[in-house]
């Protein structure tokens, strides 16, 4: 990631957050603004252009935000982006500014991978008995690998909680090795 995405996303957060702007309602324009940028290749192609000065390409956003209707702070991030020519990174300025909001609320992201498919119920039982071992809420994201054989590998940050039976047999050759 680039060093100024960092930037850029920090001082929207300091923004949202000084001017207590409802966050929830923020997170849910620049997701519609993503997902036009992603779903126009026209678009893109022209907010990432050389050929057209920043003045036109603000104008373009501003016609855009007519029917967006976006938070005067979301479109004046968007606006500085485009000025500074660094509108191509708007996705990861987005994410960022998230990670930097679920950790200003106490939000730990969770990666979990499973052997098998687990239904809503499980997903929100061991996201429940994720939360605990954090000892914080978690944002829960959840991946298959068949390759643990069965269990749980957790990660929390740079803490890996190794679960699986993959990861069990790996320690129970390492420790009959070393005896």
Do not use: C
């Given at each position: ?154 990660r929390i940050g740079s ?21």
């Amino acid at each position: 990631m680039p060093a100024f995405v960092a930037r850029y996303s920090q001082a929207f957060a300091d923004v949202v957050r000084d001017l207590k702007l409802d966050s929830a309602a923020l997170d849910l324009q620049f997701a519609d603004f993503l997902a036009t940028w992603e779903g126009s290749l026209e678009l893109r192609s022209l907010f990432e252009s050389p050929t057209f000065p920043a003045t036109q390409k603000v104008a373009v956003l501003d016609r855009l935000n007519v029917q967006m209707g976006l938070q005067k702070e979301l479109r004046n991030l968007l606006a500085v982006l485009i000025n500074n020519n660094r509108i191509a990174h708007v996705a990861q300025v987005a994410a960022e500014w998230r990670r930097i909001l679920q950790e200003q609320q106490g939000i730990r992201p969770a990666e979990i991978v499973t052997a098998r498919e687990l239904s809503k119920e499980e997903r929100d039982a061991l996201a429940a008995d994720v939360a605990k071992l954090a000892g914080a809420k978690i944002d829960a994201s959840f991946k298959l690998d068949k390759g643990i054989l069965g269990g749980t590998v957790v990660r929390i940050g740079s803490t890996v909680y190794d679960g699986s039976v993959k990861g069990r047999l790996e320690r129970l050759k390492e420790s009959l090795m070393a005896g």
